[in-house]
């Protein structure tokens, strides 16, 4: 956002988000998001007490990756 601010130029970025449960035996997988946009961005957020942040973003994501993908369990 710095950058944007400071030429009017939008950044394209990418997400990986990986998921990982250790007492699961599905194992992990990771989704890549690729050349994404913002619709907004929350550049600062306050907080008094114990409560966690949480934010929830919308944007766009040209395409995606999956170079790892959960374990099939066998029955389901």
């Known amino acids: 956002m710095k950058k944007y601010q400071e030429t009017g130029a939008m950044q394209y ?7 990982e449960d250790p007492t699961s035996a ?3 997988q990771t989704i890549i998001l690729k050349d ?11 907080a008094a007490g ?3 942040l949480d934010e929830e973003i919308s944007g766009t994501a040209e395409s995606w990756l999956m170079p790892e993908e959960f374990t099939e369990l066998p029955g389901t």
Do not use: H
């Open 13 to 19: 970025f990418e997400i990986q988000v990986t998921n």
């Open 26 to 28: 599905v194992g992990r």
């Open 36 to 46: 994404c946009l913002m619709d907004s961005v929350v550049l600062t957020k306050f």
């Open 50 to 52: 114990e409560d966690l």
